[in-house]
């Protein structure tokens, strides 16, 4: 069955700082990969996806994500983070010709940023 | 992307009542939508999938006797809690699919919080 793992629980970082949270998931077939956000007391929004082509992919907000299929990661970065990305972050997979088509969400990695 | 609501956005229900949660999509006809569950400070499990027009597909693990879920628009689908419990206190979030059969981008529903007391 497809899994999403996220290894950093909790990220605290300062404005200005790079920013890099870990995704990996496991399937051997064909994937789509998602970034989702969800900004305290709001829904989740989509940052990012990736369907195919070029593996890195660029989202809304200054994100992006690179796709590396020999590491079945989805790494997603952002270069300088705000205060305002303080947010929970869910990275997502549905894999094809699995059981059924379904996005599993990772467990997610709460982002604070210090002013 | 679609533009999803969700009725009511919190609800306060005493224990071995049903409360039914109403997931609208407001801008596109959906075929699929799917239910969440959210635990405090925990990802989102995908509850059922819920096919309009047909009955919804469950996830291993969820009573479907227990959480009814009816689709019988394509821009409506409800979840009912029935016999609530405290344990099925929780958020509950619908999702609409959107895209093709293979690659398709889901787009989520405000959540209801449901307390059960």
């Known amino acids: 069955a497809q899994s999403v793992s996220q290894h950093n629980h909790h990220v605290i970082l300062s404005e200005a700082a790079s920013l890099e949270l870990g995704c990996n998931y496991s399937y051997g077939g064909t994937v789509n990969l998602f970034w989702y956000v969800q900004y305290p007391g709001q829904h989740l929004q989509l940052l990012l996806k990736?369907?195919?082509?070029?593996?890195l992919v660029k989202g809304i907000k200054g994100f992006e994500a690179e796709f590396i299929k020999s590491k079945f990661s989805f790494n997603l970065r952002k270069p300088s983070v705000q205060w305002s990305d303080t947010a929970e972050y869910f990275c997502a997979v549905n894999a094809f010709g699995s059981s059924a088509s379904k996005i599993i969400f990772g467990s997610g990695t709460r982002l604070s940023i210090r002013p | 992307g679609a533009v999803v609501s969700q009725h009511p956005s919190r609800v306060i229900c005493k224990s071995g009542t049903s409360v039914k949660i109403e997931c609208r999509s407001l801008?596109?006809?959906?075929?699929?939508m799917f239910w969440y569950r959210q635990f405090p400070k925990k990802s989102l499990m995908l509850m059922a999938t819920s096919n309009e027009g047909s009955k919804a597909t469950y996830e291993q693990g969820v009573e479907k006797d227990k959480f009814l879920i009816n689709h019988a628009s394509l821009t409506l689908s409800t979840l009912t809690v029935t016999s609530a419990h405290p344990e099925d206190s929780s958020f509950y979030i619908c999702?609409?699919?959107?895209?093709?059969?293979?690659?398709?981008?889901?787009?989520f529903g405000p959540g209801t919080r449901l307390t059960v007391t």
């Open positions: 990736y369907f195919s082509g070029d593996p």
């Open positions: 999702s609409v699919r959107q895209g093709g059969v293979i690659s398709y981008e889901q787009y």
């Open positions: 801008d596109f006809q959906a075929t699929t």
